[in-house]
């Protein structure tokens, strides 16, 4: 038999019959053995051969292997992508799952894709989203950067769309200015081999993703602007509702994840009433838009858009949309230049992400938080100054004025050993660890199911403490995927249990599992930490005070705080 998308074609030998199915445009069979009909039905739908037989406009839900790839039918259209025989996982790259945000589409929020013809190759990385070069570690698998950039990656171990394995949908970091779903550290290889369905997902960035003039505002029929790049996330999240059980995934088993950037996006997904209904799980790895500077109200990105729009001699949105996508990203790299982030708009976020999960209308699923030992180093707030107990303090007069008296109880610094690790501390708290306390914290009273906090301490190879960032290769079980270190079987050991921990809990809500230490849940009454290093164990949270000290002086709690 031979089986064919326009060009590609696979011969298959069934008990020395020979049929041949040619595929342009729909399938026209030319049977040359009458019996051959019932054999190819249980060969290809009972064996659940990973091929889809197109008959009289129907297609088989389990993808099909060929030749040159494997094929997959999705709401759109076919694509191919490839399977590694060791693993067995199968990789489909660059996956459209909105229209090119392009034209008259530019900031606008994303615009569900068309229909395609024929077979769509997926074995490449679509193009990341317009960024400048700002981060070191950033490595792109990517097809060069274009404002064309939605795009998402799946692998699955699946053979068949029966399997409904759990997914997990992850969202990059980077600031909301840079990276890419393309980065080796996110390859979802890893956790498919632990029967996951893994998606990375590119948003748009910066001034492409959450600009908000008022002209966008007074054109939208949501009488809202900004948070493209929220937006096209969930778009991502409703193209998996609609599209990943064909890939063997489970659409009613979909954990959202995210580090820095990623995380903040993850808290937004599971406050907007645009996505909360589209998860069943979440992780958080350092940060959360519940931190220590309130999120941009509309008003004042609407103020923001007009000095970006004056800069660039734009007076209409007509204007700014015709501007090429390189002239306007220039504009963004000045010193001075505006910063773009998520808004408070009155849709895709109806009110401050704080009063949300306060008001307990958040996404009420299981939530995996945790931050890293040195998210920032002691020059975060001492800057160049030696860390002394003198400069120290200054330090916290700088930043607490009248209440430093009441930090330095919580930041100790009778030594130079014990300045350095307070500033670090700080540092760490003021620029992330904060935030991902007080989600989880609202969480853990509000959300109505079990959450789960860790703290990593692993340092990279020759590095002191655990940066920002550090988890991810662990995490998700890329160590080998970065060069720079050179990784001992500590580090291994380390990324398995860490791994294995997240896994898990894509599967069940729950981190725990066999052979794995006990990480138990946070209630109302109880707060264990689980610390990720040689030897991960639990213990019970020990900062609690110096967060809610923290709360009370960054984020007084909103009007609907919860009872406690």
Avoid at 89 to 95: C, E, H, P, T, Y
Avoid at 140 to 168: H, I
Avoid at 285 to 303: C, N
Avoid at 482 to 487: C, E, I, L, M, S
Wanted: with cysteine; net charge positive; glycine share 10%.
């Amino acid at each position: 038999m031979r089986l064919s998308h326009g060009r590609r074609e696979t011969r298959l030998n069934l008990i020395g019959r020979v049929a041949t199915f040619r595929c342009i445009g729909t399938f026209r069979i030319d049977i040359f053995r009458i019996g051959i009909v019932h054999i190819l039905f249980r060969t290809l739908c009972h064996a659940a051969v990973l091929g889809a037989v197109i008959l009289a406009g129907c297609a088989c839900a389990d993808p099909v292997q060929t030749a040159t790839g494997i094929l997959v039918k999705t709401a759109s259209g076919t694509l191919e992508g490839t399977r590694d025989q060791l693993s067995g996982v199968a990789a489909f790259k660059g996956i459209p799952y909105a229209q090119p945000p392009l034209g008259d589409l530019r900031w606008k929020p994303p615009q569900p894709i068309k229909d395609w013809q024929g077979v769509r190759r997926a074995d490449a990385f679509g193009p990341r989203a317009m960024q400048m070069p700002l981060f070191g570690d950033m490595v792109f698998r990517s097809q060069g950067m274009s404002a064309d950039c939605l795009y998402l990656n799946v692998w699955t171990p699946a053979k068949s769309s029966n399997e409904r394995l759990p997914v997990l949908v992850y969202f990059f970091g980077g600031g909301f200015v840079g990276g890419d779903g393309s980065e080796p550290r996110y390859d979802g290889a890893s956790l498919a081999r632990r029967s996951i369905v893994a998606v990375t997902v590119t948003f748009r960035l910066g001034v492409f993703g959450f600009l908000a003039p008022p002209d966008l505002t007074r054109e939208s029929a949501r009488h809202a602007s900004g948070n493209y790049g929220l937006m096209d996330q969930s778009a991502a999240l409703r193209w998996v509702q609609k599209n990943i059980l064909p890939f063997g995934g489970d659409p009613r088993r979909v954990t959202i994840s995210g580090e820095s950037a990623g995380s903040f996006s993850v808290s937004a997904q599971m406050a907007s009433p645009w996505s909360k209904n589209l998860i069943a799980g979440a992780i958080g790895e350092s940060g959360s838009l519940l931190g220590t500077r309130p999120t941009t109200s509309l008003a004042d990105a609407e103020q923001r858009g007009i000095r970006f729009a004056a800069s660039l001699g734009a007076t209409t949105v007509a204007a700014l949309r015709a501007l090429p996508a390189d002239k306007i990203l220039g504009t963004t790299a000045g010193r001075d230049a505006p910063r773009f982030g998520a808004i408070v708009d009155g849709d895709f976020l109806p009110r401050p992400p704080a009063e949300i999960y306060a008001a307990g209308q958040q996404a009420h699923v299981p939530l995996l938080v945790g931050w890293n030992s040195q998210e920032s180093d002691a020059g975060g707030v001492l800057g160049k100054d030696a860390p002394t107990p003198e400069n120290f303090a200054k330090a916290l007069r700088t930043v607490f004025g009248d209440r430093a008296v009441d930090a330095a109880k919580f930041y100790p610094s009778s030594t130079d050993e014990e300045a350095r690790q307070s500033a670090t501390d700080l540092a760490s708290d003021r620029f992330i660890a904060f935030s991902t306390w007080k989600w989880y914290d609202l969480q853990r009273w509000t959300g109505g199911k079990p959450g789960f906090r860790y703290f990593f301490s692993r340092p990279r190879p020759g590095a002191t403490g655990a940066v920002h960032s550090a988890e991810i290769e662990y995490a998700l079980g890329n160590l080998g995927s970065n060069k720079v270190y050179a990784w001992t079987p500590d580090d291994y050991h380390v990324s398995e249990i860490m791994e294995t921990y997240f896994a898990d809990f894509v599967k069940t809500g729950d981190p725990n599992g066999p052979g794995l230490p006990a990480w138990p849940a946070v209630g109302r009454s109880s707060e264990t930490v689980m610390h990720l290093d040689v030897g991960a164990h639990a213990d019970l949270e020990r900062h609690r005070e110096r967060y809610e000290f923290l709360d009370l002086f960054y984020a007084p709690l909103p009007k609907e705080a919860p009872a406690k």
